[in-house]
């Protein structure tokens, strides 16, 4: 969660100003290359042991900011650092070192599994690459040990990802994720391609690790109902930009920028005497590379004259809250 806490522990992930442009196709052979800027000038930070969800429609640039945070991508401005370290200035040596504390859940299963390796095999590779110094039967009793912390048998090692259900495969692949132990853990959409009996099984064991290891957790999903009981502090994302942010809780209870608040209003309501009022959401407009006023006011019903001139800073509002809106929910 960004902003300073007074007493609190320093930033394990801090990303400071950071923007991604991407280069388009060429409309004609003569024709130069466009811009698409996907994060615009994103700050945010994350303290050891505190889970941050991401939310945002697609698009909004979440995926691209965790390729970041993971290193995997270098931000064309400002600067991404894990543990003080700067991940675009690292050399060969300490970029293996922190590839080994920072690891990924991928949204799909099966695709993150290699189907021509056996399981052992998966979850080995991560050690042969980032721990050197281990021998082939330490490799053998890490890679049992994370088959036992993710609820499967240490027998599964020799079977192949076709003859494990959904569920099953991305425990494998927490395994995978865990097996050389980081302290940073980011998830993409970690359950959204299995069954919904599923979920509660993957989450579960995702916060029971958490509390076991003290992993930090990113966690990305569309699904504000993961986000709500998993995470301790959320940030909201609009066309690149973070317009809030704050405690899970907090957020949930009194959202503050009008895009959040219809987040969280299109949830499904568990309740048959709920109705949704009728009505057209406008669609969401790709966002110019610069733009001069909110990006949201052509969407926002709370938006005026000011709104369409002037781009609202992401300013404090509150304990541990911030919000970028001229004109916030009360």
């Not at 299963?109 to 330490?138: F, H, K, M, N, W």
């Not at 027998?155 to 991305?170: C, D, L, N, T, V």
């Not at 980081?182 to 599923?198: I, Q, R, T, Y």
């Not at 809030?244 to 949830?267: K, M, S």
Request: hydrophobic share 40%; glycine share 8%.
């Amino acid at each position: 969660m960004s902003g300073p806490v007074s007493g609190a522990p320093p930033a394990l992930l801090d990303v400071a100003n950071v923007v991604r442009d991407y280069r388009l196709p060429r409309r004609t052979i003569l024709a130069a290359r466009a811009r698409l800027r996907v994060l615009h000038g994103v700050s945010l930070s994350v303290r050891a042991g505190v889970s941050l969800g991401l939310i945002g429609e697609s698009g909004a640039g979440k995926s691209t900011l965790a390729r970041l945070m993971l290193g995997l991508e270098r931000p064309d401005l400002g600067t991404v650092r894990f543990a003080g370290d700067d991940l675009a200035r690292l050399g060969r040596a300490r970029r293996r070192e922190l590839r080994r504390r920072i690891q990924m859940v991928f949204q799909d299963p099966y695709g993150s599994l290699d189907p021509r390796q056996t399981v052992g095999r998966s979850i080995e590779e991560p050690l042969a690459v980032l721990a050197r110094g281990l021998g082939p039967r330490q490799r053998r009793d890490r890679v049992a040990a994370g088959l036992v912390a993710v609820g499967l048998d240490p027998g599964a090692i020799g079977r192949y990802p076709h003859a494990f259900s959904g569920g099953e495969r991305q425990r494998i692949a927490i395994a995978r994720a865990l097996v050389t132990d980081p302290d940073l853990l980011v998830a993409d959409e970690p359950v959204s391609a299995l069954d919904v009996s599923v979920r509660s099984q993957i989450l579960n064991l995702m916060m029971d690790l958490r509390d076991q290891r003290a992993i930090t957790y990113v966690l990305i999903s569309h699904d504000l109902t993961v986000i709500r009981h998993v995470t301790d502090c959320v940030a909201v994302i609009h066309l690149g930009r973070i317009v809030e942010e704050g405690t899970t809780a907090a957020v949930f209870a009194r959202p503050l920028h009008p895009y959040t608040a219809a987040l969280i209003a299109a949830v499904p309501k568990p309740d048959p005497r709920f109705r949704r009022k009728p009505g057209k959401v406008p669609p969401e407009p790709h966002a110019p590379l610069f733009v001069r006023h909110c990006p949201y006011a052509p969407r926002c019903p709370r938006a005026r004259e000011h709104c369409f001139a002037e781009m609202p800073p992401l300013g404090e509002a509150g304990a541990g809250r911030r919000v970028a809106c001229f004109y916030p929910l009360e």
